[in-house]
């Protein structure tokens, strides 16, 4: 039997699409005891590099990070334009959106799930152009999306 292609001790993150950011980041802040996280406003093609099925996207996202130990949870707040978040958010609401994985090589795991039809949906870089993000459509396989998270220039 070979070795997954996503490693249980690489999953970082988990990711839930909300209405408001702002209010649900305070929301967390004051459940959990968390400090309240700056929102991030991600931004749009000319940095990002979006696309979504594969075409340029103009989508944006205002995002906050609570840091929980090894898993960090992501709140994103999308834009009008269609995205995986945008669309995610109008089919079901608020809730679950994604749990991430750092790889060392995205196009390397992108192609290897590629070969179970496992497609790429939404992919883009970092705020800081520092790694990129990778969506892949894994709703139907696992009941919840996979993203991929690369730094460049680091191994995983």
């Not at 909300?18 to 000319?46: C, L, N, R, W």
């Not at 992919?123 to 152009?129: A, P």
């Amino acid at each position: 039997m070979s070795a997954p292609v996503l490693q249980p001790e690489m999953l970082c993150q988990v990711g839930f699409v909300v209405h408001d950011v702002v209010a649900t980041a305070q929301k967390y802040s004051e459940a959990f005891g968390f400090p309240m996280p700056e929102i991030i406003q991600t931004p749009g093609f000319d940095k990002a590099r979006t696309t979504v099925n594969g075409e340029p996207s103009e989508a944006t996202a205002r995002l906050a990070f609570f840091q929980t130990g090894q898993l960090v949870v992501e709140l994103i707040e999308p834009d009008g334009t269609p995205s995986v978040w945008r669309d995610f958010l109008d089919r079901n609401g608020e809730g679950v959106h994604h749990i991430a994985f750092r790889v060392a090589d995205t196009k390397a795991t992108e192609a290897r799930l590629a070969q179970d039809g496992i497609a790429t949906l939404q992919q883009g870089l970092f705020v800081d152009g520092s790694g990129m993000y990778t969506y892949l459509d894994t709703a139907p396989q696992l009941g919840v999306m996979i993203e991929l998270l690369e730094t460049f220039g680091k191994k995983n």
